[in-house]
């Protein structure tokens, strides 16, 4: 399993940068990965992992990739090569990339909310009739 992302994972997130009970952060668990290429933790390979449609932070895009969500999808795991439809896990000069890790770090993963917001429309529902 992936480390969850952080907040801090774009500005301050580096190759050994760990948790409080030392294990990688995103950034180090990625960098220490069988990882081909070269760069930064990916702002795009991050909203796969949150189960966001790729693009999803992207400020410059109208439109985002199709996205899973009724089919889900998890990228491959730290040590097994990946999915051909995951963008790289690492990349160099993407624009806002820091703000965007940011944002997908302060995100909740749609599919943790989803039951919980099924719950309180339901509520809702029956208190209407």
């Known amino acids: 399993m992936w480390p969850t992302p952080r907040a801090s994972d774009g500005e301050k997130g580096g190759p050994n940068q760990r948790d409080s009970k030392g294990n990688y952060a995103l950034p180090g668990a990625v960098h220490h990965a069988k990882e081909p290429g070269k760069g930064q933790l990916n702002p795009d390979w991050v909203e796969c992992l949150m189960w966001f449609p790729i693009g999803w932070t992207d400020i410059d895009r109208d439109e985002t990739e199709s996205h899973w969500i009724d089919e889900p999808r998890w990228p491959a795991g730290p040590q097994e090569e990946q999915h051909e439809w995951e963008p790289p896990r690492v990349a160099t000069g993407v624009?806002?990339?820091?703000?965007?890790?940011?944002?997908?770090?302060?995100?909740?993963?749609?599919?943790?909310?989803?039951?919980?917001?099924?719950?309180?429309?339901?509520?809702?529902?029956?208190?209407?009739n």
Do not use: Q, T
């Open 95 to 128: 624009k806002n990339r820091v703000p965007r890790l940011k944002a997908c770090g302060n995100a909740v993963v749609p599919a943790h909310v989803y039951p919980f917001l099924a719950a309180i429309k339901a509520i809702h529902d029956s208190e209407m």
